[in-house]
């Protein structure tokens, strides 16, 4: 099965909501981290969280290891958070070999 | 600082076409990633070196797929004969033992 299960798919939120997106992994890791992706664009590293939680601005990701899961969250969101989220679990064999989820894919209406 | 640069952004071919991406990484970066990512799925490592040396080309589809980076450098992906199933958005990223930095990728339309 897959390694790297995100969840949702897909959410649309009114601008000012908040976003809560979840990666559930099924393998040990050494971190994970949460990527953004615009539509047709690069990869933009948001957090590396091996452990607990980390802010950036309106963004938190924690990951709780025993529980096999991380989340970011997105507070008070605005129409330019609109884009794909990705999670990625480094193993503990190290950052070379990134196992992504699918993506949520994030739309934020004005 | 310039970040990592891949040329071309877009490709429409033909089954059975050829196809080659370019890279190029940040400057100093020992590690060069390819990833291909299909529509709405995660990035999936194809091949990866470490200076001028494959580490792990395992899910590279090697009876058409290709890699190279012959100085340690640039590096460039090819497809001999390309496939409806390789449609897909080309990643690659770059790393000095750490964090990876991704390029804008190349979209991959095959007819």
């Known amino acids: 099965g897959q390694q790297v299960q995100q969840s949702p798919a897909s959410l649309v939120l009114q601008e000012g909501e908040n976003a809560e997106l979840q990666c559930n992994f099924s393998?040990?890791?050494?971190?994970m981290q949460w990527f953004y992706q615009r539509p047709g664009g690069s990869l933009v590293s948001l957090f590396y969280?091996?452990?607990g939680t980390k802010h950036s601005g309106r963004l938190t990701s924690t990951t709780v290891i025993k529980e096999r899961r991380s989340s970011l969250h997105i507070s008070s969101s605005q129409t330019t958070d609109s884009g794909t989220y990705l999670c990625a679990l480094e193993p503990p064999e190290g950052a070379d070999r990134l196992t992504f989820g699918k993506g949520t894919q994030l739309i934020i209406q004005p | 600082e310039a970040g990592v640069t891949q040329s071309p952004r877009y490709a429409v071919l033909q089954e059975g076409q050829a196809v080659s991406f370019w890279c190029d990484p940040i400057?100093?970066?020992?590690?060069l990633y390819w990833y291909q990512q299909p529509r709405d799925q995660g990035p999936q490592l194809l091949v990866y070196?470490?200076?001028?040396?494959?580490?792990?080309n395992s899910q590279l589809p090697s009876d058409r797929f290709s890699a190279v980076r012959p100085k340690g450098t640039n590096s460039t992906l090819k497809i001999q004969s390309a496939k409806q199933g390789d449609t897909a958005t080309y990643l690659c990223a770059s790393s000095l033992g750490g964090e990876q930095y991704f390029g804008p990728g190349t979209r991959l339309t095959v007819l």
């Open positions: 969280n091996p452990s």
């Open positions: 400057s100093g970066h020992d590690t």
């Open positions: 070196f470490r200076d001028e040396a494959v580490i792990d």
């Open positions: 393998t040990s890791l050494n971190s």
